[in-house]
């Protein structure tokens, strides 16, 4: 079992920064896929960002490429993610997902076995 905590959502106006952070404790190897999704109302949940264990590649949607940064801390099994310049169109509930396995790609959502509550983030014009 893996328990996910996200933390450092907030409202912004357009151009702001934020950075999200999540935390997760239980089984370490379950944490090894980490990603952030996020889901806003009447939509689909969409990858954001990843960073895997091990791994020194970052995947980013198209949609934040060159305005968000996913680090990760191995050693406090941790995820964060740096929100700069962002828009309304970034207006979501940001979520932290892990999973066990390796099938799926990062961005898929039903891959993933685990979820934090999320984070709420709100960027106003």
């Known amino acids: 079992q893996v328990q996910l905590m996200e933390s450092g959502g907030g409202s912004v106006q357009a151009g702001g920064s934020l950075r999200l952070s999540c935390a997760a404790s239980?089984?370490?190897?379950?944490?090894?896929?980490m990603a952030w999704f996020r889901q806003a109302p009447g939509q689909a949940r969409e990858g954001v960002a990843a960073?895997?264990?091990?791994?020194?590649?970052?995947y980013y949607d198209d949609s934040v490429r060159g305005r968000f940064t996913v680090s990760r801390d191995n050693a406090k099994n941790t995820l964060s993610l740096q929100m700069n310049s962002l828009k309304p169109e970034d207006t979501a509930m940001y979520y932290c997902?892990?999973?066990?396995?390796?099938?799926?790609?990062?961005?898929?959502?039903?891959?993933?076995?685990?979820w934090g509550q999320g984070t709420q983030v709100t960027v106003s014009s």
């Open positions: 239980g089984d370490s190897d379950n944490s090894a896929r």
């Open positions: 960073r895997f264990y091990n791994d020194v590649r970052e």
């Open positions: 997902g892990a999973k066990t396995g390796y099938g799926g790609f990062w961005y898929q959502a039903q891959s993933y076995n685990y």
